[in-house]
């Protein structure tokens, strides 16, 4: 009887941890993602230059011819020499060449170089239609400029690039616009780069020459290689809206710009609310656009247990009680079992020889019938309650276990999730919409607060 018992009780035990399994989880529904790049090492097409374009070859500083007039520039600049981005270890055109950077690549292009260098007595010119100065801040500029020129032609980059500074404060001059971009090229800055080649070339070519308007071009379309745009939006007042971890505007508004190709971060941030989204790769010419929605902690929560069967720890402490109460039965039925046999032995130590004067008990003897059977029931059923009562702490100890393991836990989960989880359940299309072109990769987000 203890044995059967005590199988039974095992098998309970062994089917409650067994059906305490760790919960599946659900499968999330895979993200649009971009069409599908080409690998690292797909070849890439290089450009081939105009067929009426000769291929420029470097110039130098000392070898500049000295102007004719004060508003000539006193050097011919050099040809671009800036290090394309090589996907591929495929041979590359010829120096001084441009390679465009294919859009659909998705490694982070290699940084640009040029070796082209500035004339050491380069004049500004002021008949360009452009902003004039007064004839001192014009010799400032130019003091500054001619000192920042030495530095560039030295290797001097960051001395460079602060007196070209220096000279803009001066006077705003497309040359120096032109010459701080090659400072900031070998500084690996592609987005200054963009902006000072972009104010190089607004008055056309004659503030800065026809070589150096063409050259600008050229590293223009260079740098395109290195850059993305963003459009990023949001309609929460007083959200602070920060991309990279760099605070853009404050909410409502949109802020657009211009930024280096890869990964990106976005992040709203007000009292109660918070949204942070990382944009997937950010291909070259490429534009990213997407709506923050702010929603509070509380809205991103979620609850998810161990195991499915929640009802199970439970079961295996109730069963443990069971068998503690079924092994208190049995303590009992042992304590009366015991009570029995002293009452009998009471009754037959009663039987007595009268000697006078005194009554000498008899006793009774071992084989006397039931005392025996009485008292062996009583120690099995005994031996069994105390087997109950072991098996009971087990149980509820397994059961307590198990139901602290399997405790609802918060988590939270993104705005994206919650916009699809709107989404399965509202009779409207979905909220949270990814966009994926060859010109454009992004996600736009729509829905009500």
């Known amino acids: 009887m203890i044995k059967a018992l005590a199988v039974g009780l095992g098998l309970v035990l062994g089917a409650g941890v067994v059906s305490a399994q760790p919960k599946r989880t659900p499968k999330r529904k895979p993200p649009v993602s971009a069409p599908k790049s080409p690998k690292a090492d797909d070849k890439q097409p290089a450009a081939t230059p105009p067929a009426d374009t000769p291929n420029p070859k470097p110039g130098d500083a000392t070898g500049a011819t000295p102007p004719a007039s004060p508003a000539t520039p006193t050097a011919t600049p050099a040809p671009p020499t800036a290090t394309p981005p090589a996907p591929t270890p495929a041979p590359g055109p010829a120096s001084g060449t441009v390679t465009p950077i294919s859009s659909g690549a998705r490694a982070k292009p290699a940084p640009l170089k040029t070796d082209e260098k500035a004339g050491t007595n380069e004049a500004l010119q002021k008949n360009a239609g452009y902003k004039t100065v007064s004839k001192a801040d014009e010799d400032r500029a130019v003091t500054a400029f001619r000192q920042a020129n030495d530095y560039l032609n030295n290797g001097l980059f960051p001395q460079a690039a602060a007196r070209y500074r220096e000279a803009l404060s001066f006077w705003d001059h497309p040359a120096v616009h032109y010459n701080l971009a090659l400072a900031l090229i070998n500084l690996d800055q592609p987005i ?45 007042v007083g959200a602070k809206i920060s991309v990279d971890g760099k605070e853009v505007f404050t909410a409502p508004g949109s802020y657009k710009a211009k930024v280096r190709v890869g990964k990106h971060t976005f992040y709203g941030d007000k009292e109660g609310y918070n949204a942070r989204v990382t944009a997937p790769f950010i291909g070259p010419g490429e534009t990213f656009r997407i709506e923050l929605k702010l929603y509070t902690a509380k809205e991103l929560t979620r609850y998810r247990r161990r195991w499915d069967k929640e009802w199970m720890p439970y079961t295996v402490i109730g069963a443990g009680a069971l068998v503690g109460i079924i092994g208190g039965g049995f303590e009992y039925l042992a304590s009366s079992n015991f009570k029995d046999f002293d009452t009998a032995v009471a009754k037959c130590n009663t039987t007595s020889v009268m000697n006078s004067p005194k009554t000498t008990p008899m006793g009774c003897p071992s084989s006397t019938s039931g005392l025996l059977d009485m008292r062996n029931s009583g120690n099995t059923k005994r031996t069994i309650g105390i087997v109950g009562y072991g098996v009971a702490g087990a149980a509820i100890a397994t059961g307590a276990v198990l139901a602290y393991l399997n405790r609802s836990q918060p988590y939270q989960i993104r705005p994206e999730d919650l916009e699809e989880e709107k989404a399965e359940t509202a009779a409207h299309p979905v909220a949270f919409t990814p966009i994926v072109s060859p010109e454009m990769t992004g996600a736009m987000v729509q829905g009500h607060f």
Do not use: R, W
């Open 192 to 236: 200054e780069v963009f902006d000072q080649l972009n104010e190089a070339i607004k008055y056309g070519n004659d503030p800065i020459g026809q070589d150096k308007f063409d050259h600008a071009k050229e590293y223009l379309k260079l740098v395109a290689g290195q850059l993305a745009d963003i459009e990023v939006s949001c309609t929460k």
